[in-house]
């Protein structure tokens, strides 16, 4: 599997900061994170008696607690991040 180049992460990084995303852990009181090197992409569903793959979603950037693994999630699109990719496929 790929993973997020370092120069991706250090953009991811720089966002949140600039965003004031400088939190503990809501979990522990850890203030030590770490980033997973890849994308959650959340499927949006009308329903959970009939899943679906594919379709509209939410991507978003792990953050993970090193202390007790609590893993918050931040949207990419917000944080101006999406890859010029993703957003073309949204377009459509």
Do not use: W
Not at 60 to 78: E, K, L, M, Y
């Amino acid at each position: 599997m790929e993973t997020l180049s370092k120069e991706e992460l250090d953009k991811i990084i720089e966002e949140l900061k600039k965003r004031g995303a400088r939190k503990t852990c809501p979990m522990c009181g850890n203030k030590l994170f770490s980033i997973a090197p890849a994308y959650f992409v959340n499927t949006l569903q009308t329903s959970v008696s009939n899943l679906s793959l594919g379709g509209k979603s939410i991507p978003s950037i792990p953050i993970i607690c090193t202390n007790c693994g609590f893993i918050s999630q931040h949207a990419i699109g917000v944080l101006g991040i999406m890859p010029k990719e993703v957003l073309k496929e949204s377009k459509k």
